[in-house]
């Protein structure tokens, strides 16, 4: 079935950049659209950012302009650039992939989720 897991979080001041990556293992997913996702502390799990199989990207407007988002098929591992970093981005991050035919912005529409990783921005 295959499984994914997250790396790169941590804590960085307002204005840091993060750079967080998502390496898959059992299987390739090479055909699928992979997302990021985040869950703060009292809140439900959000979209962030997802990238289907040929480079084509979608964004939360949260995030637009400040977040990339990329893959590396050959490495079977995407990843979340995260620049100009606000306090409101602390979350832990999540990476899934889509198994949906919608656009894939709902977290209904994702599985295979990955374990997470904690990001902290001080103000």
């Known amino acids: 079935q295959g499984q994914l897991v997250e790396s790169g979080g941590g804590l960085v001041q307002a204005g840091g950049s993060l750079r967080l990556s998502c390496a898959a293992s059992?299987?390739?997913?090479?055909?699928?659209?992979m997302g990021w996702f985040r869950q703060a502390p009292g809140k439900e799990r959000e979209f962030v950012a997802a990238?289907?199989?040929?480079?084509?990207?979608y964004y939360a407007d949260s995030v637009k302009g400040r977040f990339i988002i990329s893959r590396d098929n050959a490495k079977n591992t995407q990843y979340l650039q995260m620049n100009s970093l606000k306090p409101e981005d602390t979350a832990v991050y999540y990476c899934a992939v889509h198994l949906g035919i919608t656009s894939p912005r709902r977290v209904a529409d994702f599985g295979l989720w990955g374990q997470g990783t904690q990001v902290t921005v001080s103000s």
């Open positions: 990238i289907s199989w040929n480079g084509g990207t």
């Open positions: 059992g299987r390739t997913f090479n055909s699928y659209t």
